[in-house]
């Protein structure tokens, strides 16, 4: 089946402006991941969403960032009134979640964010 | 909260030669992943250990699980130009809870020289 997917594949937008990046995860996967990766560095925990349990939000870097999961599916992480240290890629991974918890986490491409 | 610690942050090595990351959980971990992400790529799932002391091959890798489960191993013998890329350890706490969040190490960069 389809892996996950993100879109835009690529942003460029100016200071002061908001942004929406959107995140397909696959079909039936009840936990989903926001990452964040600048240049040369390691991945960034954003957020994390697991079935219909409050989602984990202690690596969203400031109250610009906020992430919903509509029906438990799709995601759209809003970054607002960005900031040139927002430019990085995002990425977002989806995974089932077994009895005893750890499943593979499936990566999209990522959104690579510039902010001019 | 819990903290994976990775190293080397980079390491180069000329073909032929073996190259080793650690990886180093503050608390006890119900298991631990690796992937790896090829330059200007997304990561991608290597393999999953459970068990305390585990020891799972792929070829030319080697990964070893910790007998108190809170550090981890990838080995890799033989490098090739192929293996070029970042390795990152992921381990998922053993909570007991239904939060089952991974939290990835900083990755150790390898570059290879052919």
């Known amino acids: 089946g389809a892996g996950v997917s993100q879109s835009p594949s690529n942003k460029v937008t100016e200071k002061g402006k908001d942004v929406e990046l959107r995140c397909d995860p696959i079909?039936?996967?009840?936990?989903l991941y926001w990452y964040r990766q600048s240049l040369g560095q390691g991945l960034e925990f954003l957020i994390y969403?697991?079935?219909?349990?409050?989602?984990?939000k202690s690596g969203l870097p400031s109250d610009r960032f906020s992430a919903e999961r509509t029906g438990g599916s799709v995601s759209t992480l809003t970054i607002q009134r960005t900031q040139q240290e927002d430019s990085a890629v995002y990425l977002c991974?989806?995974?089932?979640?077994?009895?005893?918890?750890?499943?593979?986490?499936?990566f999209g491409p990522g959104t690579r964010l510039l902010v001019l | 909260g819990q903290q994976v610690m990775q190293i080397p942050q980079y390491q180069h090595v000329q073909e032929g030669e073996d190259f080793t990351t650690y990886c180093n959980s503050s608390t006890t971990l119900s298991n631990i992943q690796w992937y790896k992400q090829r330059p200007g790529g997304h990561p991608v799932f290597l393999i999953q250990l459970v068990k305390s002391g585990e020891v799972k091959k792929q070829k030319r890798l080697t990964f070893q699980f910790g007998e108190a489960k809170k550090n981890s191993s990838l080995h890799i013998t033989a490098t090739q130009t192929t293996d070029v890329g970042t390795y990152f350890c992921?381990?998922?706490?053993?909570?007991?809870?239904?939060?089952?969040?991974?939290?990835f190490g900083k990755g150790t960069l390898l570059t290879v020289n052919p």
């Open positions: 992921a381990g998922q706490e053993n909570s007991g809870g239904s939060n089952y969040k991974l939290t």
């Open positions: 969403f697991q079935g219909n349990s409050a989602p984990d």
């Open positions: 991974a989806s995974s089932l979640v077994s009895w005893y918890g750890g499943e593979t986490q499936y």
């Open positions: 079909s039936g996967h009840t936990a």
